[in-house]
């Protein structure tokens, strides 16, 4: 062969080898996972390990909601949707609970992603039914998409803002362009989308709330509604998803019920007394002290301490630099300082927390120490846009002997404080205009007060008001959305595969979104750039940097004051529900769980509250 001709034939076996490579990563799966590596269960596998697929089906879980529902619509920023109403909904592919992040086929049976991730096609199953026995149709699939996205609430334009168009192809085949390939999540995210009957919705406005119970086609459906009360599930015996292998051990009781509560106080002496069956404990002082009772001893109520691996996320009291008080770091930082963490575990919580420390604790996507050399490479660039301190001193926060007396981070904070411009007149802290400084904190959780009373008094001694002001569930949702706080203790969930999600909590494109979890306001280039990054990650390692990095940035902002954490769940139960031997590695996979037929379930007690509690 002459050259000529063994240069085409390499090019055209080259051409070859691109054009397998494209067709094999187009190629329709029955999971998909985030690098392209091959998933923990093949596709003929038969159920989850952590889910015990001969479970007995039957009897009633009961738990506690806690303030009020007015609305059977979760997809709207309007009104407060009933817990657990996600359950009625069947999604196009299902998250593994054991593996960092895999999708497996749900409402699609097989999945197929583009070459560079620059589309996404979704195969319907045939016996996918709603619960009036009507198909789920790829147009079903096209109308949830742009329904959610043109009257859902705000979170789904950010979170589904890099899809094109959605192009139904067939009855039961849904393209997703994007408009930017290499976005390796997106994929998976299009997976969670909950598909709603487009039918059904034909007669109603989306966009109102309602108490009507909605069609869905998922395990369970709407039984009874008491409005504000109690919400019952029903399970659907004819489910067309029953005997699937991602479903085999999974929603295992006849009956789920809520009741609700206004006070977790309260419903912790109802749950004692055995109006309901389950109780996810937060309180490191209850879990203590708070079931002491007959029911522990004799073994008919049980405790339990679950491993939770998890990134532990960030929770703390959480700034909103919106507001003129807030926005210079130096402020945010001398207000974290009065912070004594320390006396709070030991007198509050009974030593059982750990101080968090990174927005993705409890992982190895939490930075330490200086940065290594490829996040070095990564932050670089942003010098003289982030803070100094990022590149040459590790974070860290005070620590304190537990006495109460923090007379060295008082000091500082006054320092930093006076470099602010504000100054101590009359007793009083006044701001640079000579203003006396008022802050006010926004607080449902009338358990939390106890926390924030000692903090209180710090800010005091140096003139600082703080007000407390608890507001019922509605009243904190709206001003939570319309960003009417100064101060708020929440959280920033985490997983072990971060992505999309980060712009919800950081990016500026999420700032002014009322439905988004920005709630400090964010609105950085040097931090979008960040997110972005992330995002964009090629690897599991650059992953892991580029997380690192952005951790990093967020700490060295003060945007909060951090909080603590516990590495695993405690929950407690009345000894007729039972769960598999094998937990989930990231869940507490409550769906698994089944009710015991040969243990009578606790007696029902009248519960210690009024109805003006409930």
């Not at 029955?30 to 269960?41: D, F, N, Q, R, V």
């Amino acid at each position: 062969m002459n050259r000529p001709k063994l240069q085409i034939a390499k090019r055209l076996g080259l051409l070859g080898l691109l054009c397998a490579c494209a067709l094999a990563e187009a190629a329709p799966r029955h999971a998909l996972t985030l690098y392209g590596e091959a998933p923990k269960y093949p596709a003929s596998f038969s159920h989850f390990e952590y889910a015990n697929p001969d479970a007995p089906k039957g009897g009633v879980l009961r738990r506690a909601g806690f303030g009020s529902f007015d609305s059977l619509n979760p997809f709207i920023n309007k009104g407060v949707a009933a817990d657990d109403i996600g359950l009625i909904y069947d999604t196009l592919t299902t998250n593994s609970l054991d593996e960092p992040f895999t999708v497996y086929g749900l409402l699609a049976e097989k999945i197929e992603r583009g070459p560079k991730n620059a589309w996404v096609r979704f195969h319907l199953r045939p016996q996918a039914r709603f619960h009036d026995g009507e198909p789920v149709k790829a147009e079903d699939v096209a109308f949830s998409f742009e329904t959610l996205v043109s009257q859902g609430a705000p979170q789904y334009r950010a979170y589904y803002a890099d899809v094109d168009k959605v192009v139904v192809e067939g009855v039961r085949k849904v393209r997703f362009d994007f408009k930017h390939a290499g976005n390796r999540e997106l994929p998976m995210i299009l997976g969670q989308l909950p598909v709603l009957p487009k039918h059904w919705w034909a007669e109603r406005d989306f966009s109102a709330g309602s108490l009507e119970p909605p069609l869905g086609s998922g395990p369970y459906r709407v039984a009874q509604v008491q409005p504000g009360r109690s919400i019952s599930y029903e399970r659907v015996k004819d489910y067309w998803g029953r005997e699937l292998a991602v479903n085999r051990g999974f929603y295992n009781f006849d009956r789920l019920v809520f009741d609700y509560y206004r006070d977790n106080t309260v419903a912790l002496q109802a749950f004692k007394a055995g109006q309901f069956d389950y109780w996810l404990e937060t309180s490191a002082k209850n879990w203590a002290t708070a079931y002491d009772v007959p029911a522990v001893r004799d073994g008919r109520l049980l405790k339990e301490e679950i491993a939770n691996h998890n990134p532990t996320g960030m929770q703390g009291f959480i700034f909103n630099i919106r507001k003129p008080l807030l926005q210079d770091r130096r402020i945010r930082e001398a207000l974290a300082l009065l912070f004594d963490f320390e006396w709070t575990n030991r007198q509050l919580f009974n030593g059982a927390y750990f101080r968090t420390r990174s927005y993705f604790d409890n992982s190895e996507l939490a930075s330490s120490g200086l940065p290594g050399k490829a996040e070095l490479a990564i932050l670089e660039p942003l010098r003289g846009q982030v803070p100094d301190e990022v590149f040459d001193k590790p974070f860290e926060l005070p620590v304190t002997d537990g006495s109460g007396i923090i007379r060295e981070q008082q000091r500082r904070a006054y320092q930093l404080l006076t470099e602010a411009g504000w100054q101590v007149k009359d007793d009083r802290m006044v701001d640079a205009d000579g203003k006396p400084v008022k802050l006010e904190f926004l607080l449902v959780q009338a358990e939390f007060e106890r926390v924030l009373l000692p903090y209180k008094r710090n800010l005091a001694d140096l003139g600082i008001e703080l007000e407390i002001r608890r507001v019922d569930v509605s009243q904190y949702i709206n001003r939570l959305r319309s960003r009417d706080f100064d101060m708020i203790v929440s959280g920033f969930g985490q997983s072990n595969s971060p992505g999309n999600e980060q712009r919800e909590y950081w990016h500026s494109a999420s700032a002014d979104n009322p439905g988004s979890r920005n709630f400090i306001g964010l609105k950085d280039p040097a931090i979008d750039k960040l997110v972005d990054q992330l995002i964009a990650a090629d690897t599991r390692q650059e992953l892991v940097d580029h997380t690192r990095a952005l951790d990093r940035v967020l700490l060295w902002g003060h945007y909060v004051v951090p909080n603590w954490h516990i590495k695993t769940w405690r929950v407690a139960y009345w000894h007729h529900l039972a769960h598999p031997q094998v937990t989930p590695r990231q869940d507490i996979g409550l769906m698994t769980w089944w009710y015991r037929g040969d243990q009578a379930p606790a007696a029902t007690a009248p519960a210690p509250a009024d109805e003006a509690e409930r």
